[in-house]
Every structure is written in structure tokens, then in C-alpha cells.
């Protein structure tokens, strides 16, 4: 059986190049939206309802982050280690802001750069990994507070300058007291 004519790709010639635009199936496997149906609405409800359990979600991979971290410190930046650490971060980094914690994001994201472009693992600095981690945990704890945002804003802007010196071989800005 010869394929419908809907079934072929359209193609427009012109003199210096062709346009083919492939045929849309998508009509065929999606249905029609019924009257009074607002399927945008219905997803919202149903994100509204599992909302309820991102507290619970942004605590778990806390802790699965903090795991990954006490691992590190216990067996050293081994390269099974540093993958689940950089998996944990990378997860938190990714799911944080569906799940409504954004400022969470850039420290996850700070603590993957980190890791990533750090050419030998072994010489990260563990109080570092340390401060990424407490930085998340705290910011999670502290969501929602008043200033909440700006600690947060603070704690990042300030691990990613640390990370960045560490990345660039520079040594770390510190105030001198006297």
C-alpha cells in the first residue's frame, strides 16, 4: 500500500536550496482536549498536590548529598567518591528549582564546577566540599525565613569566588584583623 500523501515530508524547491518539512504525526497520537477541559489547569492542580512532598524530596537528596560528602572525608576523594558526590550535587543542582528551592541551584552548581574542573580530585580542599554542603543543607533549612534570599545570595556569591580562586591557582582572599 502506497503511503498517503500526509504521510510524505512537503518540499518546497527554490533555487539555492530545498525546505522539507517532515509530516505531523503528532495530531494522530495526541487527543482532542474535551469542551471545558483545561489540561494546563489539571496539571498545575496535580503539581500543586505533590507539592506537599518537595520538603521531604529537597531533604532526601540533602542527605544522600551529605552521605556522598561524610564518604569523601571518611575514604578520600576516590574516583567512586567523587562521582557519587558530583551525581549528588548535579541532582540537587537540576531538581532544586522544580521542586521550588532555587538558591539551592547555584551552590549545587558551584560544587559540580568544583569538582569537575578540578584537574586531581585528591587536591580539593575538603573544608571546601564542607562548605558547599553546609551552604545547601542551610539554605533548605532556612527557606522561606526572612532574608532567606539574601544569605543565600551571599553564601553563593561567595563560594563561587572562593572556587573560582581555587580553579585559577590563587590563593583565597582573607582580611587581615591586624
Same mark, same amino acid.
Given at each position: 500500500?502506497?503511503?498517503?500523501?500526509?504521510?510524505?515530508?512537503?518540499?518546497?524547491? +527554490?533555487?539555492?536550496?530545498?525546505?522539507?518539512?517532515?509530516?505531523?504525526?503528532?495530531? %494522530?497520537?495526541?487527543?482532542?482536549? =474535551? #469542551?471545558?477541559?483545561?489540561?494546563?489547569?489539571?496539571?498545575?492542580?496535580?503539581?500543586? /498536590?505533590?507539592?506537599?512532598? +518537595?520538603?521531604?524530596?529537597?531533604? %532526601?537528596?540533602?542527605? /544522600?548529598?551529605?552521605?556522598?560528602?561524610?564518604?569523601?572525608? $571518611?575514604?578520600?576523594?576516590?574516583?567512586?567518591?567523587?562521582?557519587?558526590?558530583?551525581?549528588?550535587? *548535579? @541532582?540537587?543542582?537540576? /531538581?532544586?528549582?522544580?521542586?521550588?528551592?532555587?538558591?539551592?541551584?547555584?551552590?549545587?552548581?558551584?560544587?559540580?564546577?568544583? =569538582?569537575?574542573?578540578?584537574? @586531581?580530585?585528591?587536591? =580539593?580542599?575538603?573544608?571546601?566540599? %564542607? $562548605?558547599?554542603? #553546609?551552604? !545547601?543543607?542551610? =539554605?533548605?533549612?532556612? *527557606?522561606?525565613?526572612?532574608?532567606?534570599? !539574601?544569605?543565600?545570595?551571599?553564601?553563593?556569591?561567595?563560594?563561587? $569566588? !572562593?572556587?573560582? #580562586? +581555587?580553579?585559577?591557582?590563587? $590563593?583565597? /582572599?582573607?582580611? @587581615?584583623?591586624?
Amino acid at each position: 500500500m502506497a503511503p498517503s500523501k500526509s504521510d510524505l515530508p512537503a518540499i518546497k524547491r +527554490f533555487a539555492d536550496h530545498e525546505v522539507i518539512t517532515p509530516p505531523n504525526r503528532l495530531r %494522530d497520537v495526541v487527543g482532542r482536549a =474535551i #469542551d471545558g477541559d483545561d489540561p494546563v489547569a489539571r496539571a498545575e492542580a496535580a503539581l500543586a /498536590q505533590l507539592s506537599a512532598h +518537595f520538603s521531604g524530596w529537597m531533604d %532526601d537528596e540533602c542527605e /544522600q548529598l551529605d552521605r556522598a560528602r561524610r564518604n569523601v572525608r $571518611q575514604n578520600g576523594m576516590t574516583a567512586r567518591a567523587r562521582d557519587a558526590l558530583f551525581r549528588s550535587a *548535579h @541532582d540537587i543542582k537540576g /531538581q532544586a528549582p522544580t521542586l521550588g528551592f532555587p538558591l539551592v541551584a547555584a551552590v549545587a552548581e558551584s560544587l559540580c564546577r568544583l =569538582i569537575e574542573e578540578t584537574g @586531581d580530585p585528591a587536591r =580539593i580542599p575538603l573544608d571546601l566540599v %564542607d $562548605q558547599h554542603v #553546609d551552604a !545547601v543543607r542551610a =539554605i533548605i533549612r532556612e *527557606h522561606g525565613r526572612a532574608r532567606a534570599e !539574601v544569605v543565600a545570595a551571599t553564601l553563593t556569591r561567595t563560594l563561587r $569566588q !572562593v572556587c573560582e #580562586d +581555587f580553579l585559577a591557582g590563587r $590563593q583565597p /582572599q582573607t582580611s @587581615d584583623a591586624g
